[in-house]
T-cell receptor, first 114, second 113 residues
């Protein structure tokens, strides 16, 4: 069973640009969450998608957005990039039921804003 | 929002020693998860805990869900070099709108030969 796949692994962008990251969850999983990891702030929750709907949102500005497709794949977009957006962006996959379910992470996309 | 305090921040131990790390929260969680992260990789799930008081093992790893629901610990027995990495605790408050994971700041473990 394939794990969580994130693409690309590495990305370098310039301030002011926008970027789109992709996540394919584990087959059969319907929930995808996104997290930002930085040395200063640690792992911070961005948002969760389930069945193409945003179910939960963290405390990030509107420049951070996402979507989920009917095959459960998810994309997140960051517009008007700032230097502080440099981070490892992680996607977590879970089956998505209402009960407690485990979250499995991808390898992440390392975004560098210059 | 919830605050998770994870300690210690870093540990240097000799190979073969046991390790213990813990997390405490200002709020109740109903799920505790422990992850290990290697450099440049995503966190890998080690143990999941779902009930207060639950004690769960996974090989040399043992974790407990505190009875107050506000804390959890992870023990690693007989450490080996491949145990090196950053260990994170994560708590989840409730199903539904609060399903996101709140992470501790991590424990950097170094195992000396």
């Amino acid at each position: 069973k394939a794990g969580v796949t994130q693409t690309p692994r590495y990305l370098i962008k310039t301030r002011g640009q926008q970027v789109t990251l992709s996540c394919s969850p584990i087959s059969g999983h319907r929930s995808v969450s996104w997290y930002q990891q930085t040395p200063g702030q640690g792992l911070q929750f961005l948002f969760e998608y389930f069945s193409e709907t945003q179910r939960n949102k963290g405390n990030f500005p509107g420049r951070f957005s996402g979507r989920q497709f009917s095959n459960s794949r998810s994309e997140m977009n960051v517009s008007t990039l700032e230097l502080g957006d440099s981070a490892l962006y992680l996607c977590a996959s879970r089956s998505g039921g209402q009960g407690n379910t485990e979250a499995f992470f991808g390898q992440g996309t390392r975004l560098t804003v210059v | 929002g919830q605050q998770l305090n994870q300690s210690p921040q870093s540990m240097f131990i000799q190979e073969g020693e046991d390790v213990s790390m813990n997390c405490t929260s200002s709020s109740i969680f109903n799920t505790w998860l422990w992850y290990k992260q290697d450099p440049g990789e995503g966190p890998v799930l080690l143990i999941a805990l779902y009930k207060a008081g639950e004690l769960t093992s996974n090989g040399r790893l043992t974790a407990q869900f505190g009875i107050t629901r506000k804390d959890s610990f992870l023990n690693i027995s007989a450490s080996i070099p491949s145990d090196v990495g950053i260990y994170f605790c994560a708590g989840q408050l409730l199903p539904g709108s609060a399903r996101q994971l709140t992470f501790g700041s991590g424990t950097q473990l170094t195992v000396l030969p």
